[in-house]
């Protein structure tokens, strides 16, 4: 069974949505420099990785066009097997796999209801 492992949220005033999202949930946004600022949802250890059970974190984005909405990343075994699972089910494929630097590959697809996910796959 394939499990959520963050999600997605885009922004149009980073430090705005920084400041939410801390104020209102108590989050820890770290500054990556890079595009993506990761939010921890729960208390981590040394190696950023979640010391609860269950818990996923989310990363914060400048948003790319006015209609993109918050997306759930997925992780599978086989980016390559999902996709092909994806379009056999009556699904698209929006974005095609690409590096995430040294953490993986990364695509994204839309369901049969049109709602965008993210499907990951570790290196």
Known sequence: MSKVTHFHIPVDDMKRAKKFYRDVFGWDVEDTGSAFQIMKTAPVDETGKSTEPGATYGALFKRQKPD??????IEVPSIDECIKRVKESGGKLVTPKGSVGLFGLLAEVRDTEGNLLGIFQNT
């Not at 993109?68 to 990343?73: G, I, T, Y």
């Open 68 to 73: 993109e909405a918050p997306s759930l990343v």
